[in-house]
């Protein structure tokens, strides 16, 4: 006969005078059982587990929140309430939907709008930053439904999340990440460094790979693009990756140079490129900081 064993988490959040906000037990787990597969939390306990906590803890930090600005901040009026609307945060630990309420603003003093609602001030994203980077992560390593379905194992991420979320979620981030490149040219002829700037190294310390392939259209074969590939070896730096089609970027020059920025290099650094030799990916060659060399891999190209 086993002993039975039950194991309870209780959550209690705490605000800063120490009034408890929230005491309860978020998971009563029975491990009476003495097979190996019941040893230790499973996936669906810890899936659960976060889950419960995640929803616990959001709720209290929007409620803080909207605590902290129901007063106006001008004459310390208790602001009247006008009404809720539903919001929903997307976390990588489930979907956490809340009530968000609306107030009128203090009459002391004019503004633009009537009311406002303080949670859309504090959301002001509704996909979490962490979701986002993992789906990201994931999706550019493996396909779209692969990345939902490991998410979907491991972590208690909504039942919603397949290949098109992942698909949006990612072409987001990517816009956003070139957005953030800007559109200036960076200026590679430099004499020497800018203030502040990295100094270079040795050209022979720095190893570009690059290497194209061309994609087509499953069903329209006619219809293909090149995708240009690269990694960024440096001595004593972490490795970076780059990608682009050539055919569609506008600043294939100012990408490399983020990845030199990146390991700490300054824009004007000589690098030792190693390609097939590729008309395109020649061409990125043009685009490299002056005093780089240009090596044939023939072992690639044959
Ligand atoms: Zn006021």
Known sequence: MPSPLRVQLQLRIVSDDDTIIRD??????????????AVGLCLKDSKDLLGRLQHAVVEAQAAAYVNRHRRCSACGRRLRGKGHYPIVFRTAFGHVA??????????????DSKTFSPPAELFTEHTAPELLYLESRWASLISFG?????????????????????RQ???????RQDADLGTGQPDL???????????????????????????RN?????????????KSMAEDRDDRYFGLVRSQDAAPRRRFCEVL??????????????TDGGDSVRALVGDLPAGSEHVLDWFRAT
């Open 169 to 175: 979620h990612l072409h987001k981030v990517a816009a």
């Open 24 to 37: 309860e037990v978020i998971l009563q787990l029975d491990k009476s059982d003495d097979r190996i597969e």
């Open 98 to 111: 809340l009530a968000s309420p609306r107030f009128y603003r203090c009459r002391c003093h004019p503004a």
């Open 218 to 230: 499953w069903h329209d074969k006619r219809k293909n693009f090149e995708v240009i590939v690269g």
């Open 261 to 274: 920025r990146r390991q700490g290099l300054p824009a004007d650094q000589p690098v030792t490129v190693l």
């Open 189 to 215: 002829m430099d004499d020497g460094p800018a203030t502040g700037q990295a100094s270079p190294i040795a050209r022979e310390a720095v190893i570009v790979g690059i290497d194209g392939v061309y994609l």
């Open 146 to 166: 692969m990345t939902a379905a490991l998410l979907r194992d491991v972590l208690p991420v909504a039942g919603t999340t397949n290949s098109e979320t992942v």
